[in-house]
């Protein structure tokens, strides 16, 4: 079961980041992406699978170790649910990072790529934006 949830859950964020990065300009992507909403379907999956074991999960992370989480991680149960996460939590600063991109006027040729690296690297991706904005300032820091 897990490996099949693994398998497909990249299509419930791959179209939002599709029209982020090769639609960016299009007034559709912009209504879509407008929404914190798109990164709810992940969430709600990551909820359905990490709520039926909290009790054996929680006391891990609120005093994690080093051998705890790689013990839960190294099962393909806690690398679905940590992709799950990554996805969800991906897609939020992605969108995040569109939309501050498309508000300082970031060319696409900077913004996609940015993206893109979000997708891939996610932290990565969210130091490039922050180095990169800092050269297109925002309509209030003018």
Request: proline share 10%; no cysteine; charged share 15%.
């Amino acid at each position: 079961m897990y490996e099949m949830i693994f398998s497909f859950s990249g299509l419930i964020v791959l179209p939002f980041w599709a029209l982020m990065i090769l639609a960016p300009g299009w007034n559709g992507t912009r209504r879509v992406i407008r929404s914190p909403l798109i990164a709810l379907p992940p969430a709600l999956l990551y909820a359905a699978l990490v709520l039926p074991g909290i009790r054996e999960t929680l006391p891990v992370v609120m005093n994690p170790t080093l051998e705890e989480i790689a013990r839960l991680l190294g099962q393909p149960e806690g690398a679905t649910v940590a992709w799950i996460h990554f996805l969800a939590f991906d897609l939020f600063v992605g969108r995040w990072v569109y939309l501050d991109a498309r508000e300082r006027g970031m060319p696409v040729l900077v913004s996609s790529p940015v993206l893109f690296f979000v997708l891939m690297l996610g932290p990565l991706g969210f130091a490039a934006h922050m180095l990169a904005r800092g050269l297109w300032p925002s309509p209030e820091e003018l």
